[in-house]
């Protein structure tokens, strides 16, 4: 029996087999739960190809920027489920491209609007419409991915370190709406992992490198650590652990970065895709 038998679990995200969503999904699979799958209506039957054995066709489509496209997906989670879940999984995240790299002060409004909204509010959304599932089964568990840029500065990440500020705080507060149904939800604060977002984002090979050979552990991270994190806190192991961001990053955290010069330091890593 694994983790997770016998539990229900919504995972957000998955686009392709790069995915950190995917690892996830995989990883909940193995240890028995039973998977759902939200996506953008464009991933739908490259997911369906991906995914097909996981999950079916509790493959559903949504939009990330729109409350009513979420209440509808959740509502046909809401059928496939029988109306209860235990697990959900929050891998969304998107910047319009002029709004990243360069120097942050240029961000436009409607870039602001459109990241803090896809990136932070639909956690929040998200968890409004799972709630009543959720409690229905008793209580359950949400996580969300947040990145190092939402604490601290990485040049170039920009707008999208602010919407990972504000998911951060999001998680933490609907930490506290959520303890008394015995709903945790916490956040997974990854290292660089090489996905398909990811070879958009300059110098990306040298953040591997930089990870590599100055974290104390000396080596790079996979999707796979990922999602044994994500099963932690998934499981009965983490039924004590709300409100908190989990670093997986070879402890890179907790080190002053490499001495550069002003500017010449890209952002390590994209969360999503």
Excluded at 12 to 26: D, M
Excluded at 133 to 150: E, K, N, P, W, Y
Excluded at 195 to 223: M, Y
Excluded at 231 to 258: E, Q
Aim: hydrophobic share 45%; charged share 20%; net charge negative.
């Amino acid at each position: 029996m694994g983790l997770l038998t016998g539990r229900k679990a919504v995972v957000t995200g998955v686009a392709n087999k790069w995915s950190i969503a995917w690892g996830i999904t995989q990883a909940f699979q193995a240890e028995g739960a039973e998977m759902a799958l939200l996506c953008l209506e464009s991933n739908v039957r490259r997911v369906r190809r991906l995914a097909g054995d996981i999950a079916g066709e509790r493959i559903i489509p949504f939009d990330a920027a729109d409350d009513a496209s979420i209440a509808r997906a959740f509502q046909e989670v809401a059928r496939v489920f029988d109306g209860t879940l235990d697990i959900l999984v929050h891998c969304i995240a998107y910047a319009d491209m002029d709004d990243l790299g360069g120097e942050f002060i240029k961000v436009s409004n409607a870039g602001w609007d459109k990241a803090l909204r896809i990136s932070a509010y639909s956690l929040v959304a998200f968890c409004r419409e799972a709630r009543p599932l959720l409690r229905a089964a008793g209580g359950g568990s949400v996580m969300t991915l947040t990145f190092a840029g939402g604490e601290k500065v990485v040049p170039g990440y920009n707008v999208m370190g602010v919407a990972k500020a504000a998911l951060n705080m999001s998680m933490r507060y609907l930490a506290y709406d959520l303890g008394p149904d015995r709903i945790r939800v916490n956040a997974i604060s990854a290292g660089p992992i090489p996905t398909l977002s990811s070879k958009v984002i300059e110098h990306f090979d040298r953040a591997l490198k930089l990870t590599r050979e100055h974290a104390p552990l000396l080596r790079n991270i996979a999707g796979e650590d990922v999602g044994a994190t994500a099963v932690y806190l998934a499981s009965d192991l983490s039924r004590n652990v709300t409100g908190s961001v989990l670093k997986v990053d070879a402890g890179m955290d907790i080190l002053c970065p490499p001495s550069e010069p002003h500017g010449t330091l890209e952002p390590t890593a994209g969360s999503e895709s």
